[in-house]
């Protein structure tokens, strides 16, 4: 299906967060807007993030929550080594409690705002998580007439005159039929690249054992586009980590996102070892979880041990630990041994049982492995972990069969950048200058925020970027 209108004020390409926070603000500027969707489901990631970040906004002032925004703009850069746009950042810094407001205003509702592991207080929970915040712009948008959305219509090019952007051409999806709409104004709102393989592997080392938890839409369209009339290339190579996650080659990743068993791998802190059964890293990193994601891609294999006791108490007492990357903690893992034994029966390759160390280490060939639980356990009975430094709290023995082995990857949210742009989200070729008429929001245009990870220290960076950068593009559109 094609638009009403063949020429529109504003074109964007992609229906995600960002994507939507920019019609919506396009229709409070009465612009004509026409939104294409190159699937047939609008919200894209959107739909499954957690909150948003915010500095200064209503809910940090009734919660009394003070944070000095020089003093975070600062540790970010430190964070990013510098290769953040200080100040595109700082814009964002600034700018990003009045952003929670706008969407508070709008009617999304937020459950609570806080930290996410170890981090600053800036993440503003959802409530009924993204689902049902793109649920209420959606419904701002169907108020009126002004912005018409359009599924299954994706963008193929870009066109310019005399150097200005003057629309685009757009492809039925079902048909292969082709159209060229006008428009003085284009955003760029597809995601970024974390569903393109290719330019993945291009950008990012240890490829094989990445697994992305996207929408599966997340193709770098955007950037490619923007490429081909003279956009600069800028800061690939950032993912947005979720530290480490099943590890299954038979079936999407998104199938274990909801898994207890993945959590008590990856976020009970218990023991990580290699593939020839050595512990090699502190298991509490994950409460950055862009850190653990690097831990993990240093070592060939990667497999979380657990025994029975440790299993019993997950499911029977609690957690050992709050789960780090995630504004929300359950107290217990009460479907815990129910999974187990459901996988078990499955045959399923990410986990190993056996009676005894010694069985598990022949198993999965990890000569070391009876030796590293060995020295863990007496860490434990020490209290002190002098190999690594992981909290004494977290410090849990490994002594009771049976024994289990889960095998881990790295799941990816997303990739941040492809393009450079300014302070107003205009696009700009590789002389820093404008490509007038283009701009580029969200995912597309996150490489501005970070240096080789995504800054998990900030929680809700990439939602609470997607929704500034959508207004933002659109206040310097007339």
């Not at 229709?27 to 500095?55: F, P, W």
């Not at 292969?176 to 597809?190: F, Q, S, V, W, Y």
């Not at 501005?448 to 310097?476: E, H, Q």
Request: contains cysteine; proline residues 3%.
């Amino acid at each position: 299906m094609f638009p009403k209108d063949n020429e529109y004020d504003l074109v964007i390409v992609g229906a995600g967060l960002s994507g939507l926070c920019a019609a919506v603000a396009a229709q409070e500027k009465n612009l004509h807007t026409l939104v294409i969707e190159k699937g047939r489901s609008l919200g894209g990631d959107g739909k499954y993030v957690e909150g948003a970040m915010g500095v200064d906004s209503y809910l940090q002032k009734q919660e009394n929550i003070n944070i000095d925004p020089v003093e975070l703009l600062q540790d970010e850069l430190q964070y990013s080594h510098y290769e953040a746009s200080a100040p595109h950042l700082k814009k964002y810094i600034d700018d990003s409690g009045n952003t929670i407001d706008w969407l508070h205003q709008l009617g999304v509702k937020f459950a609570k705002v806080g930290k996410q592991g170890k981090s600053w207080p800036t993440i503003h929970t959802f409530e009924g998580g993204g689902h049902a915040a793109i649920k209420v712009l959606l419904s701002h948008l169907q108020e009126n007439n002004l912005v018409e959305i359009v599924t299954s219509l994706s963008a193929q090019k870009l066109l310019k005159n005399n150097g200005h952007i003057s629309g685009l051409i757009v492809m039925d999806e079902a048909t292969g039929e082709e159209r060229e709409i006008k428009a003085n104004n284009i955003i760029l709102a597809t995601g970024g690249y974390v569903d393109n393989p290719a330019l993945v592997k291009r950008h990012i080392n240890f490829t094989s054992r990445l697994m992305s938890v996207s929408d599966g839409k997340s193709t770098g369209d955007g950037m490619q586009l923007a490429w081909q009339v003279g956009a600069d290339q800028y800061r690939m190579g950032a993912i947005q980590y979720g530290g480490g996650a099943i590890y299954d080659k038979t079936r999407p990743p998104f199938v274990y996102m909801a898994s207890q068993l993945a959590v008590a791998a990856t976020q009970e802190a218990i023991l990580w070892v290699n593939e020839r059964g050595e512990r090699f890293v502190n298991e509490d990193v994950n409460d950055n979880m862009c850190h653990a994601g690097d831990a993990i891609l240093t070592q060939a294999r990667v497999f979380s041990i657990l025994d029975q006791s440790t299993i019993d108490h997950l499911a029977n007492v609690g957690l050992y630990k709050e789960i780090g990357n995630s504004p929300v903690s359950p107290d217990k893992l009460d479907n815990l041994k129910d999974e187990i034994s459901g996988y078990l029966k499955q045959h399923v390759k990410f986990l190993t049982q056996a009676d005894s160390v010694n069985e598990l280490a022949t198993k999965l060939n990890l000569p070391e492995l009876k030796d590293t639980i060995e020295h863990y356990n007496d860490l434990v009975q020490k209290g002190q972990d002098t190999d690594f430094g992981k909290a004494k709290e977290y410090l849990t023995p490994l002594e009771q069969g049976p024994y289990y082995a889960v095998e881990l990857g790295v799941g990816m949210a997303c990739a941040l950048g492809g393009l450079k742009v300014d302070n107003q989200n205009q696009v700009l070729n590789s002389h820093g200058y404008p490509v007038p008429g283009l701009f580029a929001i969200g995912n597309d245009a996150a490489g501005m925020l970070v240096g080789d990870t995504y800054a998990v220290t900030l929680p809700g960076s990439t939602a609470g970027y997607a929704a500034f950068s959508g207004r933002n593009a659109v206040k310097s559109i007339n």
